[in-house]
């Protein structure tokens, strides 16, 4: 197209190409930047009305805030400010050597919730993510926060110890960790491909388009980080954490999650949760909010309108 032509089109439309046009105000930003105390710049994305009740995604290993899409724009459309940041070290954050755990998880939470100045806000966790709320909620309160909501996550602990029977040995997680190192694009594609979305039960209708956007988002992360995060989601004891849950509480839970069994982690927690709203959804796998994304969104929906 010419620069006549543009002009022209520009013209009809009532638009000046000039620099004397006027500037128009600034739209809210849809994505953003947050830099911790410890130098990580952690990406984030804004969707929905500014003066929305705040809900706040934290997301599942090894992915990042995309996998978060389905929730955010149902519940942004719906007039709530949707926030999900990447995880250091996973997405389009910065990948720090040091400070992949749980404490370093919810203080970069924190700075972020600090960072855009939110109260009243809700707090949803998957998997590793819901080990960050919790810690979030052990390490800083409930001051800024309304509402808590845990999904297919991990707390109270995922290892087996003595004083957690119900745990996975550790051999299931050193075998992640050996998969990691062996090769990592493998093992997330072996992942995602089957026991993440379920797709490795019979009569499962397999979804190419979710397994490569898992390992897509997988393989945007730090293997470092990555590698480290297996530590984190699978050996924090988030047990005390729980006990400081004083807002209201739903939990979400597949009853065929094959990564993080429902006995061992939902129903464990809600039994720790004082008041805790537990929905088991019956041949759920751990990938519900991709696989049960309209119930999970309706539930989600129900849950903060009170």
């Known amino acids: 197209m010419s620069a006549a032509t543009a002009a022209a089109g520009a013209a009809a439309a009532g638009v000046s190409l000039g620099a004397t046009a006027a500037t128009p105000a600034a739209p809210q930003r849809a994505v953003g930047s947050v830099t911790t105390r410890d130098g990580v710049v952690l990406y984030y994305k804004d969707w929905g009305p500014k003066n929305g009740q705040p809900v706040v995604f934290s997301h599942g290993w090894p992915l990042n805030s995309d996998s978060w899409e389905s929730q955010m724009i149902f519940l942004?459309?719906?007039?709530?400010r949707c926030i999900a940041h990447d995880r250091r070290g996973h997405g389009r954050s910065t990948q720090p050597w040091d400070g992949n755990d749980m404490d370093h998880y919810a203080d970069d939470l924190a700075q972020v919730i600090e960072a855009l100045d939110l109260h009243k806000a809700v707090l949803v966790g998957f998997s590793t993510g819901g080990g960050e709320v919790?810690?979030?909620?052990?390490?800083?309160g409930t001051r800024r926060v309304a509402g808590l909501v845990l999904v297919s996550a991990v707390p109270p602990l995922m290892l087996k110890t003595a004083d957690n029977p119900g745990g996975l040995p550790r051999e299931v997680f050193d075998g992640i960790r050996a998969?990691?190192?062996?090769?990592?694009?493998?093992?997330y594609k072996d992942i995602a491909s089957g026991p993440f979305f379920g797709f490795n039960r019979s009569g499962a209708k397999v979804s190419q388009g979710l397994i490569d956007a898992w390992w897509m988002q997988g393989?945007?992360?730090?293997?470092?980080?990555?590698?480290?995060?297996?530590?984190?989601?699978s050996e924090t004891d988030f047990r005390d954490d729980l006990k400081k849950f004083d807002k209201p509480t739903l939990?979400?839970?597949?009853?065929?999650?094959q990564i993080v069994p429902v006995d061992a982690s939902g129903r464990?927690?809600?039994?720790?949760?004082?008041?805790?709203?537990?929905?088991?959804?019956?041949?759920?796998?751990h990938g519900l909010t991709d696989t049960h994304k309209d119930r999970v969104n309706n539930d989600l929906l129900a849950?903060?309108?009170?």
């Open 76 to 80: 942004a459309e719906r007039g709530y």
């Open 134 to 140: 919790a810690r979030y909620v052990g390490r800083h």
């Open 179 to 187: 998969g990691s190192l062996s090769n990592r694009s493998q093992l």
């Open 219 to 233: 393989m945007m992360a730090g293997h470092k980080n990555t590698y480290d995060s297996i530590k984190a989601f």
């Open 251 to 257: 939990i979400i839970h597949g009853d065929d999650d």
């Open 268 to 285: 464990a927690s809600a039994v720790i949760v004082k008041h805790a709203k537990l929905l088991v959804y019956p041949g759920a796998p």
């Open 303 to 306: 849950f903060l309108k009170g």
